[in-house]
């Protein structure tokens, strides 16, 4: 039944379908989404340790904990 799916013919029909479907300017849009998508995944396989942080988030509850209080005030 699903013999020959793969020839250039059913690719090239499948892929006028699909630029019928989602349009010339969606297309681009949707690729770049997916391989920024792909290179987050890989990321985030690939990094060791503790995820990234952005810039001015606050530590969790758990993290305050683990941290040492220091106290600039005297007893």
């Known amino acids: 039944m699903f013999t020959g799916l793969e020839s250039p013919v ?3 029909i499948l ?4 630029l019928l479907l989602f349009g010339a300017k969606c297309l681009p849009e949707m690729g770049r989404s997916l391989g920024q998508g792909i290179r ?3 990321e985030g396989l690939n990094t ?3 995820p990234k942080k952005a810039e001015g988030e606050r530590p ?9 209080k220091h106290r ?3 007893l």
């Open 48 to 50: 060791k340790g503790e």
């Open 60 to 68: 969790t509850a758990i993290e305050e904990k683990e941290q040492p």
């Open 40 to 42: 987050e995944f890989k």
């Open 15 to 18: 892929l006028v379908i699909i």
């Open 10 to 12: 059913h690719l090239l």
């Open 72 to 74: 600039d005030e005297p």
